[in-house]
């Protein structure tokens, strides 16, 4: 294979680019390296809040993206005034505006760190 004119020994035929490893720009970027080579992404989100919905947004607009990596578990509350929908294995795009969904700052103060 053949990439920029460089003759590519092992291709990668997928990529799992994280928010936390960069910035939407650079995400951006890879999505468009990748598109045009076919290479399928599916992002990384360890996030739990709005990195998780940054995320999904980013998957939405790239049209090479084939799924979203993340932990699933309960947690014991949640930083959102909705709960997270997911159907069929699948998670559903918030439509709310912004991120989709609005934070729970009642949430936020209660788990919030405190200083000595």
């Not at 003759?7 to 995400?27: A, C, D, Q, V, W």
């Not at 918030?94 to 760190?113: T, W």
């Amino acid at each position: 294979m053949k990439v920029f004119g460089w003759r590519i020994k092992n291709p990668i035929f997928s990529s799992t680019p994280s928010l936390s490893k960069g910035k939407i720009t650079e995400f951006r970027k890879i999505a468009a390296l990748a598109e045009p080579y076919k290479v399928k992404l599916a992002p990384h989100s360890a996030y739990f809040g709005p990195g998780l919905l940054a995320t999904a947004h980013l998957i939405a607009g790239s049209p090479q993206a084939v799924a979203l990596e993340h932990f699933y578990f309960q947690l014991e509350a949640s930083v959102f005034k909705e709960a997270l929908r997911f159907e069929k294995g699948e998670f559903i795009l918030p439509r709310g505006p912004g991120l989709g969904l609005e934070i729970d700052s009642a949430v936020l103060k209660e788990y919030a760190a405190r200083s000595k």
